[in-house]
């Protein structure tokens, strides 16, 4: 992951909407046309309507006419890796394949790369209703 990518992650992440849990996630997605897109998480007062940074990132992207993932970083604090939630596994997984990476960061960096494939095994895309 170079440092424009793990910088952008911060600078989302400063932006989450989060005054009901205090977990404040940044992400960013590399589409195929090499742009990044950044997002973060937007809560809300009625809980339930609130969504992931990722949903964000990947909603800038589809609004830039890009359709294509091929890098994923996720960023937020704590001791447990912040690694993205079940719903938006998926949601990558619908503009992904297997091998793309996902840096799960911290503030101070990296701490680890997954795949989308090891994070969603076995996973269902867009490729089994053609
Ligand atoms: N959250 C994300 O934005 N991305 C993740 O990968 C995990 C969880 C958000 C959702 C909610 O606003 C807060 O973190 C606590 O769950």
Avoid at 61 to 76: K, Q, Y
């Amino acid at each position: 992951m170079d440092k424009a990518m793990l910088d952008l992650a911060r600078q989302a992440m400063a932006k989450a909407h989060a005054p009901y849990s205090g977990f404040h996630v940044g992400a960013v997605v590399r589409g195929a046309n090499g742009r990044l897109y950044a997002g973060c998480n937007v809560e809300n007062a009625a809980y339930p309507e609130g969504w992931c940074a990722e949903t964000t990132a990947i909603a800038a992207m589809v609004m830039d006419g890009e359709t294509r993932i091929v890098e994923v970083a996720v960023m937020g604090r704590g001791e447990g890796l912040v690694t993205p939630c079940g719903g938006c596994r998926q949601r990558i997984r619908e503009f992904a394949v297997g091998d793309v990476p996902i840096h799960i960061c911290a503030p101070e960096g990296l701490r680890r790369t997954l795949t989308l494939g090891e994070l969603l095994p076995l996973s269902f895309g867009p490729e089994h209703l053609v």
